[in-house]
């Protein structure tokens, strides 16, 4: 539902939830911007038998809780704050991806309105 | 005698009270709320009463098909019935076994309760000295038990 | 004494079965170990045939889940059943059942997985007809027609799977996942499962199975035999991923919850509002199985069988109270004469619609949180949440009729909680019902799902419900005009209360003419024609015609023989002649 109504306005820009993005990641930036650091190794995901699906930015944060879940196990809910670090985690990363389809979405209306004023 | 269906026939005021009872069984199938119900009952006596004294026969009738008619179009498709009478969820759960089972219960059985199958033996035999003096002997050539 | 030890007994070994399982459940959680047994029944020559067993964590909880409610209401039924005669009967055909479908759970192997099957059939129609009168004959013989669709597609499964030369399917399920077979594989699972689970063209036989005596109602048709498809379809969820037919899968469990849930607003009978609020959970189930998300379903799938169970044995309790009357008009304000089981039936309703921090929250709102998550039409996203209202609804409407409203039971009456047996049984389900949502939830998703949604749609699930519970409240005192109401959409209304006549269009319509067929082709052909003409007649007329020439030859007719002689030698002679 969240689709149908988020893209009701820009049906036109022809984008998808799970886009990736087709501008210059520099644009529009007085800054660099360097591509993000995987922090867990990925000898140590493997040891510990995580799904490829979860293997993303938050997997060190992720390693932490799992380790927890490991040492405390009929009491599990003793890992609540490991757990609450992991989904603070994963919602800035949500965030950060909300931000860059956002960008995706300006820069392409952008385009568009310039092509616009081109023309006329 | 009224009551005993012959032949399947019945009187026209057989006919309209027992539309009266279904009636009032359709619509407590409806109003689950007591006082409710009763009034709507109430208010169906009065439109049962209002044709009670019509004479004339051809509309008596007339006026029964069309209470039947009414009915039908509003019966409720899941009535409201008790739950050990025909129709019931409970109907028929516990089944009685007949009296002459325990005839035929095996000696072994029987022997388990020695003094109540005892007392039966005299029991029948009473019966059948009662049978006999009132309707006489049973005919030899009628063997069916 | 001696004849209820079996209860005490039986429930014993299964109460303590589910604790061993719980801890080799934590056990196996914490190493995610999976253990794969192959016990080698007969080695002969080349051929061995091999019973193979797998052990992981979700075999191993839903075993505690079932041996649990299973031992609960086996002591339940001590008190329950306590008029029975065969009180050992009903408690093995329970128990065979419960073997079953442990049985079911833990083979990994498609031939033991239908014996499993075949056994939870077969016995929950033993359980169906327990009470021997028409009705449960009907319902019975439903339940077994329905579900026997579900072994016949087994049965083919087992046939296909003869192309990869081996029936343990877990050994090569991921590699071939892609072949053409495995894809017809996966539509005759699903529908296998769609019997087993009661999805829409088959949900007939869910309420008409309420005619088997309530400990067996708690277990079978709420918590453990109607599951059986879903774990099915769990324990197959490599194969359910991008196939076509899973979209129509999720249409047709998306109307199942619909429709369970709209019906059960107009039924009166209070097994039967139960049974098709289970109809309607175990749409949920399978609409989020179709969407890929297995452990979701797992999860919402032991909540409910949790408060599932404890509905239907409050259910029990009212019903043996009431002198076998299911019919909730009969009821009302019962709360002031058994307040521990109105208690338990208030909690476990509320779990039932999601009341937070109750068993049935956690999983439902995570379910329907994904779903609002996913890229789904609307047709299916407000199937989703008006059938979280009618949840409401009807839960609201049960509670209100049953222990708010007037009396309304016969004028002489003697209503009291039963024994402490029962109490003492559903108290431990009630824990269960408060605490295993948390529980689970904690324990089992290793991986936390992360929800991102707006605070609205969040919320909407509250949203729901609360109107779900203003419209119970509504309907179940709307009095006054309520006939001319209902006339006034007669159509309409019979359509809904009757299950959009799904009992008729699929099953009775069915059924009807296969055996109706049946006992035509008996009558007419079996018995009738063909032995008229081929068995009785064949005979009838070789009796006649042997008589006939037993006429010339041995009755001493050597004349007519002799004479019948000359005549054939003249005719011959005279067509030897013209030629």
Sequence with gaps: MGHFLGTFQTRDLDMEMNLQPTFDSNIGFKTRRTQRKMVACEEDLMSARVPPQYRDYCAHILLNYLVCRYKHMPFVYKCAHEKHNYMNCEQADYVLRMKEFEREKRLRQREKRLKQESNS | MANVPFLGLKTHSQKVCSLYKRVLRNLEAFYDRRNVYRYQAVLMRARFDKNAKETDMRKAVELLRQGEEELFSQIHPLPKKFATSPGGVAYERVVQSPDWVLDYWHPLEKAQYPEYFKKREQRKKEFMAMWEKEYGKPDPKDQHH | ?579
Excluded at chain 3, 41 to 51: D, G, K, R, T, Y
Excluded at chain 3, 139 to 152: E, F, P, Y
């Design chain 3, 1 to 579: 004494m001696f004849k209820n030890s079996i209860c005490f007994v039986s429930f014993f070994f299964l109460f303590l079965f589910s604790l061993i399982n719980f801890f080799f459940f934590l056990f196996f959680m914490i190493y995610n170990y999976v253990i794969f047994l192959e016990w080698e029944l007969i080695s002969f020559s080349s051929m061995s045939l091999v019973m193979s067993i797998l052990l992981d964590w979700m075999s191993l909880l839903f075993m505690m889940f079932v041996l649990l409610i299973s031992s609960v209401v086996i002591y339940y039924s001590k008190s329950y059943m306590s008029s029975e005669m065969n009180l050992n009967r009903f408690i093995m055909l329970v128990l065979l059942f419960v073997f079953s479908m442990v049985l079911l759970i833990i083979s990994p192997n498609i031939i033991s997985i239908l014996l499993g099957w075949d056994g939870l059939g077969l016995v929950s129609y033993c359980l169906v007809i327990y009470y021997q009168n028409i009705k449960s004959y009907n319902a019975g013989m439903l339940t077994a027609l329905s579900n026997r669709i579900g072994d016949v597609f087994i049965l083919m499964v087992i046939f296909w799977m003869m192309n990869y030369g081996s029936w343990n399917y877990v050994f090569y399920m991921d590699f071939m996942k892609n072949d053409y077979v495995m894809e017809l594989m996966s539509i005759m699972i699903i529908i296998a499962a769609m019997t087993k689970s009661a999805q829409i063209p088959f949900s007939a036989w869910l309420p008409a199975a309420m005619a088997a005596p309530t400990p067996v109602s708690a277990l079978v048709h709420s918590s453990t035999l109607v599951t059986a498809g879903v774990y099915l379809l769990i324990r197959f969820n490599v194969l359910l991923l991008d196939k076509f037919f899973l979209k129509i899968l999720l249409l047709l469990s998306g109307l199942t919850m619909f429709m369970a849930g709209i019906s059960a607003n107009y039924e009166f009978d209070l097994k039967k509002i139960i049974a098709l609020s289970t109809l309607s959970q175990l749409g949920l189930m399978m609409s989020i199985l179709s969407m890929g998300m297995a452990e979701l379903a797992f999860f919402h799938l032991l909540t409910h069988a949790m408060f599932k169970a404890l509905l239907f044995m409050c259910a029990g309790v009212i019903i043996h109270m009431m002198n076998d009357i299911q019919d909730i008009r009969f009821m009302g304000g019962i709360s002031n004469f058994i307040p521990y089981t109105s208690l338990y039936m208030n909690i476990s309703n509320m779990a039932l619609c999601g009341i937070p921090f109750l068993a049935g929250f956690y999983s439902k709102d995570l379910i329907l949180d994904m779903v609002m998550m996913k890229n789904l039409n609307f047709f299916v996203f407000f199937l989703y949440f008006i059938s979280t209202g009618l949840t409401m609804f009807y839960s609201f409407r049960l509670s209100m009729y049953l222990m708010i409203n007037d009396f309304n039971l016969l004028s002489v009456y003697n209503l009291y909680d039963e024994d402490l047996v029962m109490l003492k049984s559903m108290f431990v389900l009630m824990m269960m019902s408060i605490f295993s949502g948390s529980m689970l939830m904690w324990f089992i998703f290793s991986y936390p799902y992360v929800i991102y949604l707006p605070i609205n749609l969040k919320l909407m699930v509250i949203y729901v419900s609360l109107f779900g519970m203003l419209m119970g409240y509504m309907i179940s005192s709307m009095e006054i005009y309520l006939m001319n109401k209902f006339s006034y959409i007669y159509n309409l209304s019979s359509f809904l209360c009757l299950m959009w006549f799904m009992p008729n269009l699929s099953t009775y319509g069915l059924n009807y003419y296969f055996l109706n067929m049946g006992q035509m082709m008996l009558k007419k052909i079996d018995m009738g024609w063909s032995e008229f003409y081929s068995g009785q007649g064949m005979f009838m007329i070789m009796k006649k015609y042997t008589i006939f020439y037993n006429f010339f030859q041995m009755n001493n007719n050597f004349n007519i023989y002799l004479f019948s002689f000359v005549l054939w030698m003249i005719i011959y002679l005279m067509i030897l002649m013209v030629m």
